[in-house]
Antibody
């Protein structure tokens, strides 16, 4: 079965960077786009960007441009999301989520989430 | 691009039906048949319950249905059950630069 297993919780200071991993299993890794979505405490879902695991090409939400980098390692079926210049407003649960085959507009499977806390 | 608009709350009694709306623009909901709905239980990751406006993933009860008219999409939950109490989020494709534009979420309470 499809599984997305994310790395553990992180605590970072303002100005630092964080890198969250998401290891996929149970399907052909390179055949499905992967999104990153975050959710601040008590808030809604916020789309951050998408990566094509086959080509490595990425599209980022405009408000994260310049601060976010999404990469993948096909040898380990893992995608990564790195967010830099962290501020308190970046405190959130970060989810990786896989799209349906061949499309980019859905999130059919979700990781368990990674809590990133930004605090001095 | 602004977030899609959902009512903050909705409610219904067990066995009743409730409909949650999701309003966008002619650039997103109105333009594409790519609206999805997600259910999120407290402390858990979201779960896809409707995609492409009205399709249900395997395992989702047929009590969940979706539709769209113009710039507004809707999720209807029929035969409400206590387990349906959750937050519901809509999303729409808004072009290749914004493949998932979310609504603000609706908290569904089963009375």
């Amino acid at each position: 079965q499809v599984q997305l297993v994310q790395s553990g919780a992180e605590v970072k200071k303002p100005g630092a960077s964080v890198k969250v991993s998401c290891k996929a299993s149970g399907y052909i890794f390179t055949s499905y786009y992967m999104h990153w979505v975050r959710q601040a405490p008590g808030q809604g879902l916020d789309w951050m960007g998408i990566i094509n695991p086959f080509s490595g090409s990425t599209t980022y939400a405009q408000r994260f441009q310049g601060r976010v980098t999404m990469t993948r390692d096909t040898s380990t079926s893992t995608v990564y999301m790195e967010l830099s210049s962290l501020r308190s407003e970046d405190t959130a649960v970060y989810y990786c989520t896989r799209a349906l085959v061949g499309v980019t507009h859905t999130a059919s499977h979700w990781g368990q989430g990674t809590l990133v806390t930004v605090s001095s | 691009q602004s977030a899609l608009t959902q009512p903050p709350s909705a409610s219904g009694s067990p066995g009743q039906s409730v409909t949650i709306s999701c309003t966008g623009t002619s650039s997103d909901v109105g333009r594409y048949y790519y609206v999805s709905w997600y259910q999120q239980q407290p402390g858990k990751a979201p779960k896809l319950v409707i995609y492409d406006v009205s399709k249900r993933p395997s395992g989702v009860p047929d009590r969940f249905s979706g539709s769209k008219s113009g710039n507004t999409a809707s999720l209807t939950v029929s035969g409400l059950q206590a387990e349906d109490e959750a937050d519901y989020y809509c999303s729409s494709y808004a072009g290749s630069d914004i493949p998932m534009l979310f609504g603000g979420g609706t908290k569904l309470t089963v009375l």
